[in-house]
């Protein structure tokens, strides 16, 4: 059972829109996913993309993804954001996931990037203990914060 990783390409979008709606599953957020096919393939392969991905893909299917994207830290310098890593649930521990951040981690060191972040829900204790024994740090003391699009509005509106 081997796969490739490679560069996702815009005909994979399908494949990654479904991978991130079955991560919403498992994140107890079935109903949170709003892009689209469309949305991924405009904003990830566009003349200025916002995001780069990479696939895993076994006998011509995607199984799992890793889309970043580059950010900059006032600390650091620039760095990059693991947004999503995610290997679909009957494939999971042949290897694909550690594939993937690796070529994540790989393109980071070959770009010069300073830092790779991403998050992590704290019961995930699977993916927590693997990032760990990659040599990431895990910040448990820090706290994702986030203003979704409604309360944007009305912050905005009220102030």
Do not use: C
């Not at 991560?23 to 957020?29: M, R, S």
């Not at 995607?62 to 494939?91: C, M, P, Q």
């Not at 693997?130 to 102030?159: C, H, P, R």
């Amino acid at each position: 059972m081997s796969f490739i990783v490679r560069q996702g390409q815009e005909k994979d979008m399908q494949s990654v829109l479904d991978l991130i709606t079955e991560l919403a599953v498992f994140e107890k957020e079935p109903t949170a996913v709003e892009i689209t096919v469309a949305d991924l393939i405009k904003d990830g392969f566009s003349a200025s993309p916002k995001f780069k991905i990479f696939v895993a893909e076994q006998e011509n299917k995607v199984i799992g993804i890793a889309l970043f994207y580059e950010r900059y830290s006032t600390w650091k310098g620039n760095a990059i954001h693991l947004e999503d890593l995610i290997v679909t649930k009957n494939k999971q521990k042949i290897g694909a996931g550690k594939a993937l951040y690796t070529a994540v981690l790989k393109y980071a060191f070959d770009h010069n990037y300073k830092r790779v972040a991403w998050e992590v829900i704290d019961w995930n204790t699977h993916a927590i203990d693997f990032y760990k024994s990659t040599g990431a740090t895990y910040l448990n003391d820090w706290s994702v914060v986030q203003m979704n699009k409604e309360n944007l509005a009305k912050f905005i509106q009220n102030k």
